[in-house]
């Protein structure tokens, strides 16, 4: 599977009173990522729609450990890959990293949906095509 | 004009480094609260939309003085009316206390709007009814 | 072990483009959770330095299963309560219901710390204490 | 005076239900950009404390005009210079672009503090010294 870059500059509005990342940025920064994975392979939010009627990415569970604190001021990579494909689901891994110290690792199980035929104000996941997962690879 | 009380409970991860409030999340509140008197006004987001075809609250521009510092733990007082009317758009005036205490005063300028003829993907402002200012008089 | 409860208004701005809650902001929900707990048992984060000399709460890991939809003005509640205990960490579990309906599930391993003794800029587990311990039940 | 630029990529979770940049994101931009222009300057948040004694930046008041939407997958500009200096403040002004589009334009007036020599859990306002100043010449 590819592995996918994103840069973020952590910022002083992103660190809690004890100078470090408030961890549900973490979280943000995964999900940043993801969008831009899917931007990297041709198959972000607005494309993926238009284009295959797919809802690309709805979360099912998301985890994270938290290795080394960062702080403001700080360089991060976040690093994704996707790490497993199920039916109905893929589990995007990451890596954060200030040059060699693990910062954060995590994961988000995602799917991809489509509107519901009998609510369309609800979604239902769909059989992951092969043509989505052949982007990754 | 009526006034509408917003309570808030400052997060320790609504704060910074300097331990007080990050001031972005003092604009967070204020639109919480703008939403909060739009509700109860019985004129909310959605049943403005369902009910008039008014997309409510677009916003033109927002200022804030931030007066005293306020920190995690401490619970403020959104207190919000609106202070003037235009023809196209309307402000809302914004007091955050605790207790006596003021923290920051602040305004939004916001419109109501529906979808564009020329293109749905726009908005263009409306003249506003005297139903919609009637709610807050 | 008791079980706190925590409400939460969910906001416009707390939603993304799908109109559902943007996930991380469950993390920040259980955070804030957590913070009220640490107050509700005499314990919060500038009493529990102050009198014990504990650091209380630095993240070991979390994640969270997200079950059912939810958008902004629903009210929602956040029940915490400490799930495990080991000798250094602690385990929150969080449910976060609207009405009957579960909306998302989760936990944090947290530990309490003291600055460490050979660098005041880095922090050690401690411990638990007794003490602590005996607030939740 | 110097102008700064700051790239930021709008993320999902940064849009609102309606698509577009929920606002308060500006001002952490906004915010973003002056810690940058800071760290360009050589007197971060850090820097200035340890080898001046200066607290830069606690903010006394913000504003922003919002001219145009901008959504997620946009990459914008955000560019920061110093508008006016008083004794005791400065102001930043910021333009936010999208290729010749103006997004939004703010400003933020902050200042130098020292901890108060009465009270050290307060601050209190440094007249500018020149030496500041001239960094953004």
């Given amino acids: ?3 996918f870059v994103h840069p973020v500059l952590i910022g ?3 660190c809690d009173p004890a100078g470090i990342v408030f961890y549900p940025n ?6 940043a990522a993801a969008h ?13 729609r238009r284009e295959h009627g ?7 569970d998301a985890g994270a450990k938290f290795r080394s604190p960062a702080t403001h001021g700080d360089t991060v990579e976040v690093r994704s890959t996707i790490g497993e494909w199920t039916a109905k689901t893929f589990r995007v891994d990451y ?3 200030r040059g060699e110290t693990l910062i954060a690792e995590g994961w988000e ?7 519901h035929p009998d609510d369309p104000s609800r979604i239902r996941a769909l059989t992951i095509p092969d043509e989505f997962r ?4």
């Fill in 36 to 48: 831009q994975m899917f931007r990297a392979v041709g198959c972000d939010i607005r494309s993926a």
């Fill in 12 to 14: 002083f509005g992103d």
């Fill in 26 to 31: 973490f979280f943000r920064w995964f999900d």
């Fill in 1 to 3: 599977m590819r592995t």
């Fill in 54 to 60: 797919w809802i690309v990415g709805p979360l099912v």
């Fill in 109 to 115: 199980v995602r799917i991809l949906a489509e509107p």
């Fill in 134 to 137: 052949a982007l990754f690879a």
């Fill in 95 to 97: 890596r954060i990293t």
